[in-house]
């Protein structure tokens, strides 16, 4: 498909645009992201499941809400320390321990620095690829992909043991008449249930499923790495005054008494301001200044409902920055107001995974984000293990993004100042 011209229309269009799938994909949007055909080692994009198996994952993700907490306990201390005296930390790189952590929701161990870093290189190396010819890139991609191949080899030969063992235990239970759709009780067993579910023993290759994961896993904690970043600088550059900090404290601390203590799903829906809180976030420190963006794969073009013409292979979105700052939409939309969504007289919030033509840092209409509930849970223990643990000296002025074309990333070299809380 050619790389075609962009286009920007009113949220008016939204409604129709989406509704118009046999014309304008997302998937040629991805793509053109990821320079699969070029840039991924095994073709996972030809013979897709991450879509269907995150919608799984997230239907068990509530289940998984203790252990994932459990690996951001671990990697967060590792990360921000023990020390109670104020010490600066590097935002960016520790908010991505946390979630590439709480995102894979297995027992990663080394594997870890080695997700991160392919992570890391494969953006990369999707980026460089897009901006050549359609002819050179074959040969730029091939060059590109060396530092991803190498972290991947190394990712897969720790993590092909376990899948192995366990892959054999699946196919024993399966043998004996096991329940097939059972709830998987992290990533790695979610991708093994889905790859049996297939009857095809290609899908069994553990190369295979090595890269299936961690594509999964690394598509997942990227943005909310991003996402969280934005987080906290908001959070705390706010009017320390207002004391958002002390009642989220407040919040989380009834919420885990209603638990015993115990990180749950239900400990997690008690939390409707430390919701409202990340999602304000979001509101305000969009991820792009597009939203929704589709690629036009009819070769007769894509017509608005006011008669403009797309051509074939043109990209078309909406102005989602434009939106989400819109004092029209949003009352004082380009003030951070963390409870924003919080309605006090129900004690509830609009949940974070909801979309809407005026929020959508998830996507909105048939193809949004399909693990938004997975990032929603993510940033939620991520946002209280640093508010319940750490001390974070007020900023007095916020660190500003940088862009990236269209792309809005938070701060990667600031820092904030932090301590370990004495709790009695």
């Known amino acids: 498909m050619p790389d075609g011209p962009d286009y920007v229309v009113p949220k008016e269009e939204l409604a129709r645009y989406l509704a118009h799938e046999d014309v304008l994909d997302l998937s040629p949007v991805l793509f053109d992201n990821f320079q699969p055909d070029h840039c991924f080692v095994y073709p996972i994009h030809k013979n897709q499941y991450h879509p269907p198996l995150m919608r799984k994952l997230a239907r068990d993700v509530f289940g998984m809400v203790e252990d994932m907490m459990e690996e951001v306990q671990h990697q967060g201390t590792a990360v921000l320390g023990m020390e109670t005296s104020w010490t600066q930390r590097s935002v960016f790189v520790s908010i991505e321990r946390l979630t590439a952590g709480a995102a894979s929701a297995m027992v990663v161990g080394k594997e870890l620095d080695n997700l991160i870093r392919w992570g890391n290189a494969m953006f990369l190396a999707g980026t460089i690829t897009r901006v050549f010819p359609g002819l050179l890139r074959p040969i730029v991609g091939f060059l590109a992909i060396f530092p991803s191949r190498y972290y991947f080899s190394k990712f897969a030969a ?3 043991p376990k899948m192995n063992e366990k892959l054999v235990e699946l196919q024993k239970a399966r043998e004996a008449g096991g329940e097939t759709d059972a709830a998987a009780a992290n990533v790695l067993e979610g991708h093994l ?3 049996l579910s ?3 023993p290609r899908e069994l290759h553990l190369g295979l499923l090595a890269y299936r994961i961690i594509f999964f896993s690394t598509s997942a904690f990227q943005t909310m790495s991003a996402a969280a970043t934005h987080l906290m600088f908001d959070l705390y550059s706010a009017d320390p005054s ?3 900090v002390e009642t989220l404290r407040s919040e989380i601390e009834a919420a885990l008494r209603l638990t015993d203590g ?6 997690l829906s008690a939390m409707p301001r430390l919701e409202s809180t990340i999602r304000e976030s979001m509101r305000l420190s969009a991820f792009s200044t597009r939203g929704c963006s589709r690629k036009v794969i009819s070769r007769n073009g894509y017509t608005t409902s006011k008669g403009e013409y797309i051509p074939y292979g043109g990209t078309v979105s909406i102005p989602q920055w434009s939106i989400h700052h819109d004092d029209t939409v949003y009352e004082e939309a380009l003030s951070f107001r963390p409870f924003r969504f ?5 004690n509830t919030c609009v949940s974070l995974a909801t979309t809407s033509e005026n929020f959508l840092s998830f996507g909105h209409g048939k193809r949004v984000c399909p693990g938004r509930l997975y ?9 209280a293990f640093v508010v319940m ?3 974070v000296m007020p900023l007095v002025e916020r660190p500003t993004g940088h862009w990236l074309g269209t792309n809005h990333g938070p701060p990667l070299k600031a820092t904030l100042t932090v301590r370990r809380r004495i709790t009695v």
Not at 262 to 267: C, E, F, H, K, L
Not at 342 to 346: I, S
Not at 375 to 383: C, E, R
């Open 375 to 383: 990032a929603a849970v993510t940033l939620k223990l991520v946002l």
């Open 193 to 195: 249930i889905e790859a």
């Open 262 to 267: 115990r990180w749950t799903a239900q400990a």
């Open 158 to 160: 720790c993590l092909q």
């Open 389 to 391: 643990n750490y001390d």
């Open 198 to 200: 297939r009857n095809d």
């Open 242 to 244: 207002l004391g958002v």
């Open 342 to 346: 919080y309605d006090e007289k129900e």
